[in-house]
């Protein structure tokens, strides 16, 4: 059965002090890996796509890699702005026409100033 | 700059009535979901459309129905409301492919 493993559930980081977020998967092949920040009271925003092992995105004090069996998101130098959900999806190549999309339960992020 | 735009915010229902959640999109995409979100647990796909005139169950299905109105118009029914349905429900779009799917901020439900 295809699965998404986020990991930890929460975690709570001092302003400047870098972490990583874990997205573990398990599906039958994988079309893309989609990393999403969601903030109180607001839908998933999109943040990442990574299609393929070996692959790494970067966007501010965000990147995102990718092996074969997990996602990393790390936070460099976080600030309070960047508290919020982090969600990780996947979409497994059985998914055929649907294009659907398997969630974590996200990491709850705070970064204290 | 609207994206996908979900009415209404907020509702509170009763048990056993019925209501119509709306979303639309404006970026021209073919697909379009519905989900649900519920504490401790992922967002959980209610049904999808992969293009205009089509429409799929997806994980959780039962008690709702479906309509893909025209290409930007998606809409979800709860046709006789439960208290297990209260949540929050969230509508995406995608363009095609495995390409990332935007979502709506979300209509707030609660079912008494």
């Known amino acids: 059965e295809d699965q998404v493993t986020q990991s930890p559930e929460a975690l709570r980081l001092q302003e400047g002090e870098s972490s990583s977020l874990n997205c573990s998967y398990t599906?039958?092949?994988?079309?893309?890996l989609f990393w999403y920040r969601q903030d109180p009271g607001k839908g998933p925003e999109f943040l990442f796509t990574l299609y393929s092992a070996g692959e790494e995105k970067e966007k501010e004090r965000l990147k995102a890699t990718l092996t074969k069996k997990e996602s990393f998101l790390h936070i460099t130098a976080p600030k309070p702005e960047d508290s919020a959900t982090y969600l990780c999806?996947?979409?497994?190549?059985?998914?055929?026409?649907?294009?659907?999309?398997?969630f974590g339960t996200g990491t709850l992020l705070a970064v204290q100033p | 700059n609207a994206g996908v735009t979900q009415t209404p915010k907020f509702q509170v229902l009763k048990t056993g009535q019925s209501m119509t959640l709306q979303c639309a999109q404006d970026m021209n995409h073919n697909s379009m979901y519905w989900y649900r979100q519920d504490p401790g647990m992922g967002l959980r796909l209610i049904y999808y459309?992969?293009?205009?005139?089509?429409?799929d169950k997806g994980e959780v299905p039962n008690g709702y129905n479906v309509s893909r109105l025209n290409k930007r118009e998606f809409s979800l029914r709860l046709e006789s409301a439960a208290p297990s349905q209260t949540s929050v429900y969230f509508c995406a779009s995608r363009r095609q492919g495995n390409q990332p799917q935007h979502f709506g901020d979300g209509t707030r439900l609660s079912i008494l």
């Open positions: 459309s992969a293009s205009e005139g089509t429409t």
């Open positions: 999806a996947v979409q497994a190549s059985e998914g055929g026409a649907t294009n659907k999309l398997i």
């Open positions: 599906v039958s092949g994988l079309r893309g």
